[in-house]
């Protein structure tokens, strides 16, 4: 009897690079910058993005998609604390979006006249590293209470973002946490990585990871 051995991940990614260099394409001839962050539940996406964009919104027209399984929380948070447009977009149970996802939800999303576009991708450190949205940044949030060992364990996600973000620093005195290991561990997965330290909660560091977005979309956008 004949068979085929079929590599379905394989060709799934293979489709979804293809997909998200449109995605690329397509906000490139609009000069719109997209980031994507990346985290797991409750390591503070939310709370950290309102700040930052109601520091960037003073230079850019910021658009966000809100990636969920269920809920409009956390759209509806944006929208009422930085008076920025978002939408919600339901994954109907998958733990990631893909480029394709983000393609159709630019469909339903209102791009006039926007200069970036920041994605709060579903809660997880492991499958949205896998798939490429089609973001000009990838940008990935790692909590104290978290632990500074999961560059270890989660590697991948760490080796995609450009960006990692130490939130809830203000927590240090409470959890062992060490914050120069865990950079160690976040430059062993990936050198070029820009670490940077926050509190949203009680606005330490968001200066320098607002100022560092800034360059970085300035330069793309000019």
């Not at 809660?123 to 949030?141: H, I, Q, R, W, Y």
């Not at 270890?152 to 960006?163: A, D, G, N, Q, T």
């Not at 990936?190 to 360059?215: E, H, M, Q, T, W």
């Amino acid at each position: 009897m004949d068979y085929r051995v079929v590599k379905v991940k394989e060709d799934i990614l293979v489709e979804n690079n293809k997909k998200a260099q449109d995605v690329r394409d397509f906000l490139k001839s609009k000069n719109i910058y997209f980031i994507n962050v990346m985290a797991s539940p409750g390591a503070g996406k939310t709370t950290l993005l309102v700040n930052l964009i109601n520091r960037l919104k003073k230079k850019y027209r910021i658009g966000v998609l809100e990636a969920d399984i269920d809920g409009e929380e956390d759209a509806k948070t944006i929208v009422n604390t930085t008076e920025t447009r978002s939408i919600q977009v339901h994954t109907s149970g998958a733990c990631h979006l893909t480029a394709q996802m983000v393609n159709d939800a630019f469909k339903s999303f209102d791009l006039t006249d926007l200069d970036v576009v920041i994605l709060e991708n579903i809660g997880n450190l492991v499958c949205p590293a896998e798939f490429d949205t089609g973001s000009n940044l990838n940008m990935m949030l790692l909590s104290v209470p978290e632990g500074e060992d999961k560059p270890l364990k989660y590697p991948l996600m760490f080796e995609v973002s450009e960006i990692a973000v130490i939130t809830k620093i203000d927590t240090l005195p409470v959890f062992d946490f060490d914050f120069d290991k865990c950079k160690e561990y976040i430059l062993k997965r990936n050198p070029n990585a820009k670490v940077f330290r926050v509190s949203a909660l009680k606005d330490i560091g968001v200066d320098d990871l607002a100022d560092y977005l800034d360059k970085k979309i300035s330069m793309t956008i000019s």
